[in-house]
C-alpha cells in the first residue's frame, strides 16, 4: 500500500480492481491514475474485456497495458486461438506492446525449487474478521416483514456517504425498491458482468469507500 502497487494470483483478478480504484479517484477528484499490466494470456479473458470497456466508457484514470510475449505459459497465441492474428483493441486506455521472451516460463518444470518454499497457515493468509457488533436485537422485529428488514437495512448502510451501492437495476430500479431510500449518488449502475462489480467493489474499497454489491 505504501507504494500503491498490488497484484493477485488470480489470472484476470486486477482489471477490475483497477477500474475499481479508477473509479474511486475519479470520484474523489484525484489527479492519481491507474496501470494495470497484464499478459496477452490474460488478454484473452473475458474480465479484461468488461474492465477495458468500462473505463473507457466513463473516461476513468485507467491505462491497460498489455504486454504481449506470444505466450501463455507454454502455448502460443497460434496455439491457442488457431491463428498468429495480433488483437487490436479499439480503446484510447489501452497500450499494446510486443517483446521476445529470452527465458523459460517460471512455471517450466525445474525453474522453481518448491522444497525451499515456506508455507503460511491459513490464518496468516486469511486473518479472522473482527467480531461484528450488531446495533440492533432481532427479536425486536418479530413484526417485521423480510423485505422492511432489507429496506431498513439499506438506509442504515447508506447513512455513511462513503457506502456505494453496486450492481444491475439498482439505480434506475432501485433494486427491487429495497434502495428507494437511498440517495442517488451512492448508487452505481453496472452492466450484467458480475467479475466486474465484485473488481469494482474491490478496488473503491482500497479507497476507503463502504461498497455494497446487489446480485
Known amino acids: ?20 480504484v479508477a473509479w474511486a479517484l475519479k470520484r474523489k477528484g484525484s489527479t492519481q491514475k491507474v496501470w494495470c499490466f497484464v499478459g496477452d494470456g ?28 506470444n505466450r501463455s505459459v507454454e502455448a502460443s497465441n497460434y496455439d491457442r486461438w488457431g491463428a498468429t492474428e495480433d488483437f487490436r483493441w479499439p480503446f484510447k486506455c489501452v497500450t499494446k506492446y510486443r517483446y521476445e521472451i529470452t527465458y523459460p516460463h517460471a512455471r517450466k518444470p525445474g525453474m522453481i525449487d518448491l522444497s525451499k518454499a515456506v508455507k503460511k497457515t491459513d490464518d496468516e493468509y486469511f486473518p479472522p474478521l473482527r467480531a461484528s457488533k450488531w446495533p440492533y436485537h432481532l427479536d425486536d422485529f418479530d413484526d417485521l416483514s423480510y423485505k422492511d428488514s432489507v429496506n431498513q437495512t439499506m438506509e442504515e448502510l447508506g447513512k455513511n456517504k462513503e457506502t456505494i451501492f453496486i450492481g444491475y ?7 427491487m425498491g429495497t434502495l428507494k431510500e437511498v440517495p442517488l449518488h451512492q448508487k452505481l449502475e453496472t452492466p450484467v458482468a458480475e467479475n466486474l462489480m465484485m473488481g469494482l467493489a474491490m478496488g473503491m474499497s482500497f479507497e476507503d469507500f463502504k461498497p455494497v454489491v446487489y446480485f
Not at 498490488?6 to 486486477?14: N, Q, R, V
Not at 479484461?48 to 491505462?63: A, I, M, N, W
Not at 437495476?169 to 433494486?175: L, S
Open 169 to 175: 437495476n439498482v439505480a434506475k430500479g432501485d433494486a
Open 42 to 69: 490474460t488478454e484473452d479473458s473475458s474480465k479484461v474485456h468488461t474492465s477495458v470497456r468500462y473505463c473507457e466508457g466513463f473516461d476513468l484514470p485507467c491505462t491497460f497495458v498489455i504486454e504481449n510475449n
Open 1 to 20: 500500500r505504501k507504494r500503491n502497487f498490488f497484484l493477485s494470483a488470480i489470472i484476470g483478478g486486477t482489471p477490475a480492481i483497477a477500474a475499481g
